[in-house]
């Protein structure tokens, strides 16, 4: 069902009416609503992926990098994946109604917490077109509308999931203007979004680092800030050399182009000799550039030497920064002048130096002994997600659908005065 040509404003007053709607639907009828979006994108595949190709030869003519292009793109299998992660989403936990607190005041006044919807969720984001769904998805089970502006590269592609996705809710007698592009206004239609306060009651930006700041310092709408991945593996003196060969190599290649691949490793220098030859050859063979350090680069003859800016760089492709550190706190210095906490690992057999790691490294997710691709919704059992934030209100890491709802007080007496 096509989104009609009105102003982007008018579009999100529309979400505004249709969020007071969603926001009563039973838990049944929301993971309905969902599974009917799974089947809809499943019959509408080959559209959504012609509908891609002209954004990929778009975005090819366009000079889009290889990292890009690879998130920009939709096959016959991400589609289904796009389909099965709806379905996912729709056998998770009801997040609304959920008593959060409760008690009876002196005055005999029974009060509860309870989790409702925000009402409009908006969403900023380029060349992502999983996003236009997992949102929406995500947005609908928790009772929310939803407006995208989903960037021009993805533009078709984000169409034709649009249409299918409003279709399906239409088929299913739930409004679909719930769910609200304003792609088609370009970049007029994200000024819109951005200023749209008192219609959208909570906007998300995922992309590049530029759009992140681009939106939080230019919008008038709350803002949870999902930040760019600078992601970060120490390999302490005594990690094991199958542990941190396996991991490294996951965590930067199994897709390289997401936000929590890694981007720099730090090895402990009593450890380089032992480490760094085995793990550069492992990573050489998968078709990773090391920009390495002095010291890395002493022991791999491949590396290209690293210069300042590589240490602040988030890659999103088979480039990794290599560093030699004296020991664990010139590591956490290190983390703590150059991450944009989102996600840090260190690879150690030591627990005091695995708790210390744990405990200080102030990012979203801090692990041990993990690949930092973990850092997912999907992962954690979130299902899908909206994003994953780097800030410290409201939501903290993979945000999943108790992040999508506020709460309101509600309060019960039976005639009761305050004195």
């Known amino acids: 069902m096509t989104v009609t040509a009105t102003t982007a404003r008018e579009r999100m007053e529309r979400a505004k009416d249709a969020a007071r709607s969603v926001a009563l639907l039973s838990d049944a009828d929301k993971a309905r609503a969902l599974r009917a979006i799974a089947a809809a994108l499943e019959a509408s595949s080959a559209d959504i992926i012609a509908a891609n190709a002209d954004d990929l030869a778009r975005g090819t003519e366009n000079g889009l990098s290889a990292g ?34 409760e008690r009876t005041l002196p005055s005999g006044v029974h009060l509860q917490k309870v989790s409702v919807p925000f009402g409009v969720v908006g969403s900023i984001y380029e060349a992502r077109p999983n996003v236009t769904v997992d949102i929406a998805a995500l947005a609908l089970r928790s009772g929310n509308a939803v407006v995208l502006r989903g960037g021009t590269a993805a533009q078709s592609s984000n169409r034709a999931l649009v249409d299918a996705m409003r279709g399906a809710l239409s088929d299913e007698g739930i409004d679909p203007e719930a769910i609200q592009t304003v792609d088609d206004f370009g970049r007029e239609g994200a ?8 219609l959208v009651d909570v906007l998300v930006p995922r992309g590049s680092a530029e759009l992140i700041e681009t939106v ?62 085995p793990v550069a050859a492992a990573l050489t063979d998968a078709g990773v550039t090391i920009h390495g350090d002095d010291a890395v680069r002493a022991l791999v003859a491949a590396a290209v030497p690293a210069n300042d800016d590589d240490w602040a760089t988030e890659h999103m492709s088979l480039d990794l920064s290599m560093k030699v550190v004296d020991d664990l706190d010139e590591a956490l210095a290190h983390i703590r002048r150059f991450s944009t906490h989102h996600t840090e690992s260190i690879i150690t057999a030591d627990d005091a130096n695995a708790e210390r790691f ?22 954690f059992g979130f299902g899908a997600e909206v994003g994953i934030s780097t800030q410290k209100l409201h939501a903290r890491g993979p945000m999943g659908l108790p992040e999508l709802t506020s709460t309101k007080w509600l309060a019960r007496g039976t005639g009761q005065i305050r004195g």
């Open 68 to 101: 890009l292009l690879d998130r920009l793109r939709l096959d016959e299998t991400r589609v289904a994946a796009l389909a099965r992660a709806v379905r996912d989403v729709a056998e998770l936990p009801d997040p609304v109604g959920r008593v959060l607190d």
């Open 191 to 198: 000024n819109a979004l951005m200023q749209a306060r008192g």
């Open 216 to 277: 939080v310092t230019q919008s008038s709408v709350p803002v949870i800030e999902t930040g760019a991945g600078v992601v970060h593996i120490v390999l302490d003196a005594s990690a094991p050399l199958e542990w941190a060969e396996d991991i490294v190599v996951n965590a930067k290649t199994q897709r390289p182009s997401v936000c929590n691949a890694v981007e720099t490793v730090l090895v402990v220098r009593d450890a380089a000799e032992r480490l760094i030859p």
């Open 358 to 379: 744990l405990a200080e490294v102030d990012s979203a997710v801090v692990m041990a002994n993990a690949s930092t691709r973990f850092t997912d919704g999907g992962e």
